[in-house]
């Protein structure tokens, strides 16, 4: 039989495996809700849709709630099973990715609010640039999610490797960013919301990285040596220079 | 006998690749009961001052393996061992040696603590005179005591040494044991099971007793109890059908073991 986890074998003790299973399934449900917060505050921006910002706003308490409870689900799973080899892994992965998605739902709900005083605001051409970054974000969090669930360590490498597109396109959006406010001053309010808007979501890419570290643990029991590519060098954040 | 010259890969690093840290080093070991060949081609180093735990599913051969590195089974008649098990650098099987003197070097705690029916001096007393190691009585008492001192157990029997040893609790009696398995001074220490007969409290004081006697011996264990092999043990050896499957750093076993079969039993998946 193969189980939720990807193994050949159950385990002996039945509840115990249901309690396995049980405790991936939570980390996914949240990394779906992560996922579902990061795409409606991207379109709460795109729409200038105030209510749909609020929503996701409102809606991050519940990824709280979940992390909460991989937390206290974890706790007692290591109290009463004293889980051993990749079924220790397992657990330890659950609680480090649950503390990463968290925090990627944190940021979605960043994004929301600073979407509510962006839509107060005259719109600016540059947010344009964030939809493509956004989306390759959003793919990433897929990808990762996938690879947890089917413990595939060649497709979370992939998402570890593809980090380096994100930051890219980041620096890129920045540079594009400070033109638009060199260009007319009034732009800098929202320009500057728009640039954290973009951090956060390169943050977002930064925890899916992380997330595909613990994979690679949880699956070979091994830390991941490399260092991660990186994108341009920082100095490239430097404003382009105007004659 | 075909089946013994086949030659079995152990998973991690059974062997050690500094050979002066090797207290015990059994190689190509195959034990028969009869026809049953209980222990196939075991290659295995175990480290001087270290404990090391033998894990796996009752019947696997751990106990077999234990019991002959000091010619326990020699008692039974059916038994039969092939290979070479050298204690330093002697082979322990080699026809030169005096088994109650291998016994002496190397003594054993058995699962269910089993004094002798004598008062708790004498259980200690009996090994050291039995084999002239104090020439006095004031160098007796002091083996004795300085056993007991060792093993824990010296406090809580300190007023009472004339009473029978059967009266102490399960757990003392097994601290009894120990102290009498060390007061001969032997280098190593077999241990089969010593606290599955024991409380939780009892437990803990075997295994702190242990932490403190891999100072000057080297200990074996054989558990069935994952978590105190993993408590106890720097090394940690699993057998299944008399196979040595996998040997490595205790951490390692049970982290990230090597082998399926490994695997599978610590994480309670055996199939």
Redesign the interface.
Known sequence: MTTLQGRDTAHTVRSYEEELNHLANVVMRMGGQAEAQLASAVQAVLRRDSELATRVVVADARIDEMEQEVHAFTVRLLALRQPMADDLRAIVGALKISADLERIGDYAANVAKRALVLNQLPPVPAVSGLPSMARMVQEIINDILDAYIEKDVEKALQVWRRDEEVDDLHTSLFREVITYMMEDPRNITACTHLMFMAKNIERIGDHATNIAETIHFLVTGKALPLRRPKGKAETDLNPPVVD | MPEAMESQVTAGTPLLSDASAVKIAARDVNVFYGDKHAIKGVNLDIKQNEVTAFIGPSGCGKSTFLRSINRMNDTIDICRVTGTIALDSGNVYDRSIDVVQLRARVGMVFQKPNPFPKSIYENVAYGPRIHGLCRHKDELDEVVMGSLERAGLLNEVKDRLDQPGTGLSGGQQQRLCIARAIAVNPEVILMDEPCSALDPIATAKIEELIDELRENFTIVIVTHS??QA?RVSQRTAFFHLGTLIECSDTEQV????IHKL???Y??????
């Open positions: 994952m978590q993993a049970f982290t990230n073991p490994t695997q599978g610590i994480t309670g998946r055996f199939g």
